[in-house]
């Protein structure tokens, strides 16, 4: 069931994401050209409001398969505890081992440069 609805929130998000970019800024819908072709059938305003009444259309729907997946997947990560609630985990301690510690290399000898 998760799988479905994450399918169907990737479509919708895709479709919304298009839908954004075909507007114009000025909110002239999709600004091609004029309509005199078109016979008025997608005129600019009818365009505008194409465009507008998708785009709410898609946004409420990728705001429900939000909440959707977020109610479904609630509980299944940290038995049901928010991240934030955890203190961050510590770093594991080393166990001592029986061996001595490793002694340093000793220094490569070579020339010596005399000091003043």
Known sequence: ???VLLIIHLF???ALIGVVLIQRSEGGG???GT???MGGFMSGRGTTNLLTRTTAILGTTFFV???ALALLNRGTVGGGR???DSPPAAAP???PTSEPAPTPAPAPKGPTVPTN
């Open 93 to 95: 301690a080393t166990a």
């Open 1 to 3: 069931m998760t799988t």
């Open 30 to 32: 999709l600004g091609i």
């Open 35 to 37: 309509t005199q072709g």
């Open 82 to 84: 928010s991240l934030l």
């Open 65 to 67: 398969l939000s909440l």
């Open 12 to 14: 919708v998000t895709l």
